[in-house]
């Protein structure tokens, strides 16, 4: 689970698209932005992200955000569940990254969607996808994260945010399913917060490249 998922799509003009989408995206918001774990975890499912940069909180009342829209995006470099590192960066190359918590009902919906579309062959050239395992709880359902990712088949590369959920906190810390979309040039496009459809994670990436 190390390499970008990034398949073909055609690329479509930011401004009005953008416009559309905050208006359009089917959402459903989880208030709670960051939910601590508690008590002893095993260690494998934490991972040691080191991280650049801050965004601000996303409003916890939004869906569709775009206060930090023209900010510079956080790089990190993390690991994922077998140990190998992955790496989100500033290369020039578009990027859709989605924070996800394994006891999250809208996310335990939208991962085996997500990977049904990339499984057919989805996803958006020039767009890397990566995740973020966190806010992880041994004491909540659907525990541990890594077997639960790798039930699903998910093959998009995952970095394990470490007990503080720095990861998630470092990119605004919204409600999951958190999506954080970044330009080719390394700046953030916008945020969601909530189950996103398919049709609008295309449309939402088709506008991150070309003109």
């Known amino acids: 689970m190390t390499t970008p998922a990034a398949k073909k799509g055609q690329p479509k003009s930011k401004g009005p698209l ?10 459903v918001a989880l208030i709670a ?7 002893a975890q095993p260690g494998a499912e934490y991972g040691s992200p080191e991280i650049d940069g801050a965004l ?10 775009n206060t930090a829209s023209g900010l510079a995006a ?3 470099v993390g690991q994922d569940f077998d140990g ?40 958006v050239e020039g767009v890397d996808i990566y995740s973020v395992s966190t806010s992880m709880n041994s004491g909540r359902d659907n525990y541990p994260a890594s077997d639960w990712l790798d039930g699903e088949g998910w093959t ?4 394990r945010d470490d007990q503080d959920n720095s990861a998630h906190v470092a990119f605004g810390a919204g409600g ?23 049709a609008d994670l295309e449309a939402i990436m088709s506008s991150l490249v070309g003109d």
């Open 18 to 27: 953008i416009a559309g989408i905050v208006g359009g995206v089917i959402v």
């Open 33 to 39: 932005a960051v939910a601590l774990g508690g008590g």
């Open 56 to 65: 601000p909180l996303m409003p916890s009342s939004s869906t569709v955000d």
């Open 74 to 76: 956080p790089t990190m």
């Open 84 to 123: 190998a590192e992955v790496a989100i960066e500033n290369d020039g190359r578009a990027k859709a990254i989605v924070f996800l918590a394994h006891w999250c009902p809208h996310c335990q919906a939208e991962v085996p969607r997500v990977q049904q579309w990339l499984d057919a062959g989805g996803g």
């Open 156 to 159: 998009v590369p995952v970095i």
């Open 176 to 198: 999951f399913p958190y999506w954080v979309f970044v330009e080719e040039d390394g700046t953030v496009a916008m945020r969601t917060s909530g189950e996103t459809t398919v």
